[in-house]
């Protein structure tokens, strides 16, 4: 059953939105090649209770291991939206998704429920936890976006960004960042190369990520093909595979968050 949305924490996500300089925001994730970093952007009302949900699914995780590229453990969307209201809640949040829209400049909307990337938590918790360097490549018909944010912060691991390795154009440009809880990233998933650097003795790290989409079609080879790569890298067969992943549910199910989906105007 889908939770119920919490209506304080989106008030909480609005309020913080509101004080956003966005055309400053938004000029910076141009000149960055659709990338930006704002440093603890929610506040500790809008933190703590995701930092409660990453207790509360934690007997969940799946973690995973592949040789040279990643190590770590995830819980997907199909947990989530179960067990974790207020990531639902930012996840759904008109007024989020109006800023998200806002800075890309791009009609975006949420992933669909079969989707367990749509949103998910990231726990890198093991000495040696890290994923190496990618792009959140897109197998959707439209454009992929990313959003990042901290929510447990106790280690030495950053992340590193290489802006502009897409662009022969530019000399590329790297970042290397502590994702304090409620810092964000927001970016273009298929023009950002970026890495999580391993996790040290006795240190954790917890991110949770946010995917949206403008165009959430997806052809039956590209469908396969990310299922596998969820399956194997990040929640596991059962998880993507079983009865929960194969579920729909209705948009009336989605409170607050409903009309999510229901427009694709340019925003901004």
């Given at each position: 059953?889908?939770?119920?949305?919490?209506?304080?924490?989106?008030?909480?996500?609005?309020?913080?939105?509101?004080?956003l300089d966005v055309e400053s925001v938004c000029a910076t994730y141009r000149v960055q090649n659709e990338f930006i970093h704002l440093d603890r952007?929610?506040?500790?009302?809008?933190?703590?209770?995701?930092?409660?949900?990453?207790?509360?699914?934690?007997?969940?995780?799946?973690?995973?291991?592949?040789?040279?590229?990643?190590?770590?453990?995830?819980?997907?969307?199909?947990?989530?939206?179960?067990?974790?209201?207020?990531?639902?809640?930012?996840?759904?949040?008109?007024?989020?998704?109006?800023?998200?829209?806002?800075?890309?400049?791009?009609?975006?909307?949420?992933?669909?429920?079969?989707?367990?990337?749509?949103?998910?938590?990231?726990?890198?918790?093991?000495?040696?936890?890290?994923?190496?360097?990618?792009?959140?490549?897109?197998?959707?018909?439209?454009?992929?976006?990313?959003?990042?944010?901290?929510?447990?912060?106790?280690?030495?691991?950053?992340?590193?960004?290489?802006?502009?390795?897409?662009?022969?154009?530019?000399?590329?440009?790297?970042?290397?960042?502590?994702?304090?809880?409620?810092?964000?990233?927001?970016?273009?998933?298929?023009?950002?190369?970026?890495?999580?650097?391993?996790?040290?003795?006795?240190?954790?790290?917890?991110?949770?990520?946010?995917?949206?989409?403008?165009?959430?079609?997806?052809?039956?080879?590209?469908?396969?093909?990310?299922?596998?790569?969820?399956?194997?890298?990040?929640?596991?067969?059962?998880?993507?595979?079983?009865?929960?992943?194969?579920?729909?549910?209705?948009?009336?199910?989605?409170?607050?968050?409903?009309?999510?989906?229901?427009?694709?105007?340019?925003?901004?």
């Open positions: 059953m889908p939770v119920a949305l919490l209506p304080p924490v989106a008030d909480e996500i609005s309020r913080a939105l509101a004080a952007l929610f506040p500790e009302a809008v933190v703590a209770p995701m930092v409660d949900e990453v207790a509360r699914v934690r007997t969940s995780i799946n973690r995973n291991y592949i040789p040279r590229h990643k190590k770590g453990g995830s819980v997907g969307y199909y947990t989530l939206r179960e067990q974790a209201p207020a990531v639902l809640t930012l996840y759904r949040s008109p007024a989020f998704l109006d800023f998200v829209r806002g800075v890309t400049g791009a009609p975006v909307q949420l992933c669909p429920e079969s989707d367990p990337h749509a949103c998910a938590l990231y726990y890198y918790t093991e000495p040696g936890d890290h994923i190496g360097f990618h792009y959140d490549t897109s197998y959707y018909k439209g454009t992929r976006y990313t959003v990042l944010l901290g929510l447990v912060e106790r280690s030495s691991s950053r992340l590193v960004c290489q802006l502009y390795k897409d662009d022969p154009a530019r000399e590329a440009r790297e970042l290397t960042l502590a994702t304090e809880p409620g810092t964000l990233v927001l970016f273009h998933g298929d023009k950002l190369w970026h890495k999580i650097t391993p996790l040290g003795e006795n240190e954790e790290r917890v991110s949770l990520t946010l995917e949206y989409v403008t165009d959430p079609g997806m052809t039956p080879v590209k469908r396969f093909v990310s299922n596998m790569k969820d399956a194997v890298a990040y929640f596991g067969f059962r998880s993507v595979f079983g009865r929960r992943g194969t579920r729909r549910f209705s948009d009336t199910s989605r409170g607050i968050g409903a009309a999510g989906n229901a427009g694709t105007r340019r925003v901004g």
